[in-house]
């Protein structure tokens, strides 16, 4: 059974920082690209970021660039989502989600279709 866990969230004020985590079990990672989503309420969910499990490479909304960084610990079978310099509008739900090694993943990173598995989610709150 493939488990993806979201951990980590929390209360921050804005400026601050934040690192949540994918834990995922029943699948070798390795082979599996990660992505990272978030939804606010009355939102659609929308792509964070990206790491491809071919590379390395990652992916950025334009939103997060140069604030937030994703990484990859294959030995522990974990995504991190290294979050900087938070803004109040970066509050919602952040999801993981993960699919097989998948070609063109530029081009489609962020559509929800693209992933086979999800974690439940890990509320951040970006508030003074």
């Known amino acids: 059974q493939v488990q993806l866990v979201e951990s980590g969230g929390g209360l921050v004020q804005p400026g601050g920082s934040l690192r949540v985590s994918c834990t995922v079990s029943g699948i070798i990672v390795d082979y599996y690209d990660i992505g990272w989503f978030r939804q606010a309420p009355g939102k659609e969910r929308e792509g964070v970021s990206c790491?491809?499990?071919?590379?390395?490479?990652?992916y950025y909304t334009d939103s997060v660039k140069g604030r937030f960084t994703i990484s990859r610990d294959n030995a522990k079978s974990t995504v991190f989502l290294q979050m900087n310099s938070l803004k109040p509008e970066d509050t919602a739900a952040y999801y993981c989600?993960?699919?097989?090694?998948?070609?063109?993943?530029?081009?489609?990173?962020?559509?929800?279709?693209?992933?086979?598995?999800w974690g439940q989610g890990t509320q951040v709150t970006v508030s003074s």
């Open positions: 989600a993960a699919v097989f090694r998948t070609s063109r993943l530029f081009d489609k990173w962020a559509l929800r279709s693209t992933y086979a598995y």
């Open positions: 790491i491809s499990s071919l590379d390395g490479s990652t």
